[in-house]
C-alpha cells in the first residue's frame, strides 16, 4: 500500500540516497507528524498487538512483587526511581501500584517516572494512573531522571529499537567481508540493497561475537541503542543501587538470519507496506546485550525465559487464589496463565534479563548472577 508517509520516504531516498535500516525504522516509528508510535494506540484486540500486561493482571503483580523485593534487597530506601521504559496504555504499572499498597513503605517511597515518545500513549497513561497513590512523572529519556536509588523495567521495548543490518559478502575475508544492508529505491519501489563500502573499524568492533562463524549470505542484526542503554545503567550501578529488568523476545543465543517484520491487525505484513500505519520490530540479541553489560562490568544474570521467570515467581499458586475467588472465570483464567507460560507460546519465546548495581545480591526470579 502506497500512502503520503511512504512518498515522503521513497523522495527522502533519491535526494540523499540510500538510507541505513535503523534510520528507515526512526523513521517510520517515531515521525512526530506520521509515525506509528506517536499518532495511535497500537495496544489490544483492536490494535495491532497484545502484551503481557494485557493479557492478564498476573504478570503486573508479579512484576510489582518483584519491584517490593527488590527494594527490599536495597535497604529500603527512603526514596526510590521507579522507572518504565515503553509503559504502553499504563497497565503493568497499574497493577504494580496495586500490589505496592501491601507494602506502605515501599509505596511511599516511589516515584514513578515513565519513559514514553508517544503523546496519544502518554494520555492514555495519566488516564489509567490518575489514582495511583504516588508522584508520576513523565520524561523523553532516562537521563534526564534523577541519580538516586532505580528500579528500572521494560517490557516489549527492546524489540522496538532501531536495528542495523549487516551481511558477510565473503566469508573468505573475515571481518573485511561485512557489507551494511541498506533500504534503498528499486524500480521506484523501496527495497533493500547492500553498501558496496567495507565496514568501519568501529562498526567491525560493534558487531556481535559470532560474527567470526558467518558463511556468505549470513545475516547480522545489531542494535545501537543497547550500548546507550548499558552505559546510562552502569552510570546509575555507581552512583546508587540500580537494578533493571527487561522482558522481550528473541534467542538466548546469537542467531543469524533477518528478523525484521512489521504487524498489523496481529499479523505479518511486508516491511514496505503502508508505512507509518504498521508496527516495526526485530527479535532482541539477548547474549549481544548480556556480553555489553559484561564488558562494562555491569552484573548480569543469565538469560531465562519468561515462562522460568514466571513460575519462579510463583504464577501458578497466584493462578489457583484467583480461580478460588473468580470460580466462575476458572477457564478464561487458564487460559491466560497457558498464554503467559506455556512453551508453545509466550513462555519460551521470550525472554528475561536483569542487570544490576554489584553489591545487590541475585534478584528474585533467577537462580544466580552470571
Known amino acids: 500500500m502506497i500512502n503520503n508517509f511512504t ?8 535526494e540523499t540516497g540510500p538510507i541505513t535500516i535503523a534510520e528507515f525504522m526512526t523513521i517510520c516509528l517515531l515521525d512526530p507528524t506520521d509515525g506509528y508510535y506517536p499518532t495511535r494506540d497500537p495496544f489490544g484486540k483492536d490494535g495491532d498487538f497484545i502484551t503481557s500486561p494485557e493479557i492478564s493482571q498476573m504478570f503486573g503483580e508479579l512484576i510489582g512483587l518483584w519491584c517490593m523485593q527488590t527494594w527490599h534487597d536495597m535497604g529500603q530506601p527512603k526514596k526510590i526511581n521507579l522507572i518504565e521504559y515503553g509503559p504502553g496504555r499504563g497497565i503493568m504499572m497499574q497493577d504494580i501500584v496495586r500490589v505496592a499498597k501491601l507494602d506502605k513503605g515501599f509505596l511511599e517511597s516511589i516515584s514513578i517516572t515513565l519513559i514514553e515518545a508517544s503523546p496519544v500513549l502518554e494520555s492514555i497513561q495519566a488516564e489509567t ?8 512523572n513523565w520524561s523523553p529519556n532516562i537521563e534526564e531522571i534523577p541519580q538516586m536509588p532505580s528500579i528500572i523495567l521494560g517490557n516489549e521495548f527492546l524489540d522496538c529499537l532501531p536495528i542495523r543490518q549487516f551481511i558477510q559478502t565473503d566469508e573468505n575475508l573475515g571481518l573485511n567481508g561485512w557489507r551494511e544492508r541498506l533500504v534503498t ?7 533493500f540493497g547492500i553498501s558496496p563500502f567495507e565496514l568501519a573499524e568501529w562498526q567491525k568492533k560493534e558487531l556481535p561475537n559470532s560474527h567470526h562463524k558467518a558463511i556468505q549470505n549470513d545475516l547480522l542484526e545489531f542494535c545501537p541503542a543497547f550500548s546507550q542503554i548499558i552505559d546510562e545503567l ?9 537494578r533493571a529488568l ?10 543469524f538470519g533477518d528478523t525484521l517484520q512489521s504487524l498489523q491487525k496481529h499479523k505479518k505484513i511486508n516491511v514496505f ?3 507509518g500505519n504498521a ?11 548480556a556480553n555489553l553489560s559484561k564488558a562494562n562490568n555491569l552484573s548480569v544474570t543469565s538469560v531465562i525465559t519468561q515462562g522460568e521467570f514466571l ?8 493462578a489457583e487464589n484467583l480461580m478460588k475467588a473468580k470460580p466462575e472465570s476458572r477457564n478464561n483464567i487458564q487460559r491466560q496463565l497457558n498464554k503467559l507460560i506455556s512453551q508453545d507460546e509466550m513462555g519460551a519465546l521470550f525472554k528475561v534479563i536483569c542487570f544490576q548495581s554489584e553489591e545487590l545480591g541475585s534478584p528474585l526470579g533467577f537462580e544466580s548472577l552470571k
Not at 7 to 14: A, G, M, S, T
Not at 311 to 318: A, E
Open 279 to 289: 508496527d516495526l520490530t526485530a527479535r532482541v540479541n539477548f547474549e549481544h546485550l
Open 234 to 242: 552502569k552510570s546509575r550501578s555507581l552512583n546508587s543501587n540500580t
Open 311 to 318: 513460575c519462579n515467581m510463583g504464577i501458578k499458586l497466584r
Open 185 to 191: 529505491v528499486k524500480n521506484n519501489k523501496l527495497g
Open 129 to 136: 494512573l490518575s489514582e495511583a497513590p504516588c508522584p508520576v
Open 273 to 275: 507496506s503502508d508505512l
Open 7 to 14: 512518498e515522503k520516504i521513497h523522495k527522502k531516498i533519491l
Open 246 to 255: 527487561f522482558i522481550d523476545y528473541g534467542p538466548a543465543t546469537t542467531d
